[in-house]
Each structure stands twice: as C-alpha cells, then as structure tokens.
C-alpha cells in the first residue's frame, strides 16, 4: 500500500478509506463480522477509517471502537458531527453548544482519548462559520481533535470557511469529504480545483455511487433495488429520467470494464483515487466479499484512452441529479427563495 499526505498536513493515509456507515444496523449488524472485516481491512494496509455518528445512531462508533483497541496509535480515525443524535432540537446541527456535546460522545463510544479528523457532515447556513469554527479549534487546542474536516460543502462554502479561518486566526479545514464517482461528477467543476487551491485533502465518499457502479445495475435486469432506498428513495427511483440515464450509463461503464478485461468495481475506485485531487475513496463494505473485491484497486491503472471513453459515457463535471450530490441547498430546496411574490 503506497500511502499518501493529506492535504498539506504531513499525515499519511491510504488511497483506500474504510467507510464505517455498513456497520451496525444500517448494514451489518454482527459486531464481531463487522469487526473481523475491519482487522482484513487493516491487514491489507489500510490505515484510514471514517465514521460518523449518526451512522446507526452511534452504533458504527462503538464497533470501530472495539476494532481498534490495542491498534489506536497506528490508525488514522475519522468521524463526523452535525445529524440529528435524538429528539432534542439543539442535539444536531453545527452550534458550539452541539459540537462539544458530540465529541464527548464520539471519543466515548470509539474509546480513544482523541479523533484524528472531525468533521462537520453537512453545512448549516443558519449557523455562523466563525461559531463552528471557533468551536472546533477549542477542541484542537484541548487535545481533543488533531485535524478538522468539512463534507458535502459547496466550494462558496468551502472558501467562506477559508477566509474566515484565516482573517479570526482559528484552526481551519485541512480536507473537504464530497461524494464523487464516474456517475456524480459535478466536483470536478468547481470543488476540486478549490480545494487543490487551498492545498485541502479530499476523501470522497461513494465511489460506487451507492451500489450503482457494483456491476448489478444493468439494463434487463427486473432486480434493481437498493438497501439504502428506504433512505434515500429519490436516488434509486427508476421511474424518475435522470435514474433511468443512469442506468444506462453504469450499464455503459460495465460493458466497458469488460472490454478491458477488468471488473467495474475496480474501475470506478481507479477512477476515483487516481484524481490529482484525491487523497483517498471511501470504501464501505458490508461483507467481506464486499471488501475482496475492492481492495486490489489500487493497482490499477487507467489509460487516457479508456479515461476518453468514460468521458464520452458521463460528462466531466456532471451530476445526473441533486439526490446524488448528498446536499441541496437551500436555494434550490426551497421555491419561494428564488421567486418574487405576486403583486
């Protein structure tokens, strides 16, 4: 495993990540299996894991703490805050007030004294940058958090929390966590030029772009469904056009992969992390074949020649719909901020 600096930190991480969010309830609700696919993964060489503690109500958190135990100070351990964690209104969101609440928690539940990358998982515009960010260096300076991270932001966001870092002398983002695969490229426009300008890491999450670039979605195939569809239903609807271009574009891609005697799996992860931009993808098995089959891709290497042909598949910095981007904001989510009142 050839590892990699993220952003201008210094830190080293794999070019793989390993995604928590299947452990638990949300996918695998066996602690040992989920723990047992956690020690293959860092056997392989991984030396990167995420989670975040919404991720079955906290429950990823606890078995990737019980995973690491003996192993904490060769690992690079990742989580995130902002989700609603229970029926109280102020237990979300990206307050100060919140912010030192869940990471008390998160350290609880992963049992470490410390969490190497915290990360806010959403933007809140309602929230001032400057309290999330004062917030989080408090945490910084108590030994608490070593790195801070964003995910999901748009890049105005991204550079308003830049400026705002610098110009009140707080810790700022090292890293931004966007999701990014061959079929959600809108990043490529903007983002990541942004964060390669601030010298930010970048961790993408959904390279297979939720179970589309598995090699099940194909078309003539009368079982497309999805475990995460009960969630997320506008992303995996084939009634919607942009699902249905979908399909025949990771249909596109499969056959593609073939051509070139690989498997989709591993196109899409190459795809992925070898961006300039990118430090690492987020892989998130919820089995252990699951994880086999995706750990040799970082030995794969894509020819311009098939990079063209993915282009011609799916446009560069283009998404197929706002349920892949991870994040609506609120001028597009609500209809009355871009309309005038009728007189």
């Given at each position: 495993?050839?590892?990699?600096?993220l952003?201008?930190?210094?830190?080293?991480v794999?070019p793989?990540?390993?995604g928590?969010?299947?452990?638990?309830?949300?996918?695998?609700?066996?602690?040992d299996?989920?723990?047992?696919?956690i020690?293959?993964?860092?056997?392989?060489?991984?030396?990167f894991?995420?989670?975040?503690?919404v991720?079955?109500?906290g429950?990823?958190?606890?078995?990737v703490?019980?995973?690491?135990?003996g192993?904490?100070?060769?690992?690079?351990?990742?989580?995130k805050?902002?989700a609603?964690?229970?029926?109280?209104?102020?237990?979300?969101?990206?307050s100060?007030?919140?912010?030192?609440?869940?990471c008390?928690?998160?350290?609880r539940?992963?049992?470490?004294d410390y969490?190497?990358?915290?990360q806010?998982?959403?933007?809140?515009?309602?929230?001032?940058i400057e309290?999330?960010?004062?917030?989080?260096?408090?945490?910084v300076?108590?030994?608490?958090?070593?790195?801070?991270?964003?995910?999901?932001f748009?890049?105005?966001?991204?550079?308003?929390?830049?400026?705002v870092a610098?110009?009140?002398?707080?810790?700022?983002?090292?890293?931004?966590?966007?999701?990014?695969s061959?079929?959600?490229?809108?990043?490529?426009?903007?983002?990541?030029?942004?964060?390669?300008?601030y010298?930010?890491?970048?961790?993408?999450?959904?390279?297979?772009?939720?179970?589309?670039l598995?090699?099940?979605?194909?078309?003539g195939?009368?079982?497309?469904?999805s475990r995460?569809a009960?969630?997320?239903?506008?992303?995996y609807?084939?009634?919607?056009?942009?699902?249905?271009?979908k399909?025949?574009?990771?249909?596109?891609?499969a056959?593609l992969?073939e051509?070139?005697?690989?498997?989709?799996?591993?196109?899409?992860l190459a795809?992925?992390?070898?961006h300039?931009?990118?430090?690492?993808a987020?892989i998130g098995?919820?089995?252990?074949?699951?994880?086999?089959?995706?750990?040799?891709a970082?030995?794969?290497?894509?020819?311009d020649?098939?990079?063209d042909?993915?282009?011609?598949?799916?446009?560069?910095g283009?998404?197929f719909?706002?349920?892949?981007?991870?994040?609506?904001?609120?001028?597009?989510?609500?209809a009355?901020?871009?309309?005038?009142p009728?007189?």
């Amino acid at each position: 495993m050839k590892y990699r600096s993220l952003g201008r930190t210094g830190l080293k991480v794999s070019p793989l990540c390993l995604g928590a969010m299947m452990f638990g309830a949300w996918g695998n609700p066996d602690h040992d299996d989920s723990i047992s696919i956690i020690h293959a993964a860092l056997d392989a060489g991984i030396n990167f894991i995420d989670t975040a503690d919404v991720y079955s109500a906290g429950e990823s958190e606890v078995i990737v703490g019980k995973a690491i135990k003996g192993k904490r100070d060769d690992l690079v351990i990742a989580t995130k805050f902002h989700a609603p964690m229970g029926d109280d209104p102020n237990m979300a969101g990206n307050s100060r007030r919140w912010i030192m609440r869940a990471c008390e928690e998160s350290l609880r539940r992963l049992g470490t004294d410390y969490i190497d990358l915290y990360q806010v998982h959403r933007p809140e515009p309602d929230t001032d940058i400057e309290e999330t960010l004062g917030a989080l260096s408090d945490l910084v300076h108590q030994g608490k958090v070593r790195y801070l991270g964003s995910s999901t932001f748009p890049s105005s966001a991204i550079v308003e929390a830049q400026w705002v870092a610098d110009r009140r002398h707080l810790e700022r983002f090292v890293c931004e966590q966007p999701p990014y695969s061959i079929l959600v490229r809108g990043i490529e426009a903007e983002m990541l030029p942004t964060c390669q300008r601030y010298g930010m890491g970048v961790i993408a999450w959904s390279p297979l772009a939720g179970g589309w670039l598995s090699g099940k979605w194909r078309l003539g195939r009368d079982d497309l469904t999805s475990r995460r569809a009960a969630r997320i239903p506008g992303r995996y609807d084939l009634s919607k056009p942009e699902n249905q271009k979908k399909l025949e574009a990771a249909d596109a891609l499969a056959v593609l992969a073939e051509e070139d005697k690989m498997s989709l799996v591993h196109l899409a992860l190459a795809f992925v992390i070898n961006h300039p931009a990118v430090t690492a993808a987020i892989i998130g098995p919820r089995t252990r074949e699951h994880l086999d089959t995706q750990l040799d891709a970082v030995d794969v290497t894509l020819t311009d020649e098939l990079l063209d042909r993915i282009d011609e598949i799916v446009a560069p910095g283009t998404n197929f719909s706002w349920f892949d981007a991870g994040y609506e904001p609120p001028s597009i989510a609500s209809a009355w901020r871009r309309r005038r009142p009728h007189r």
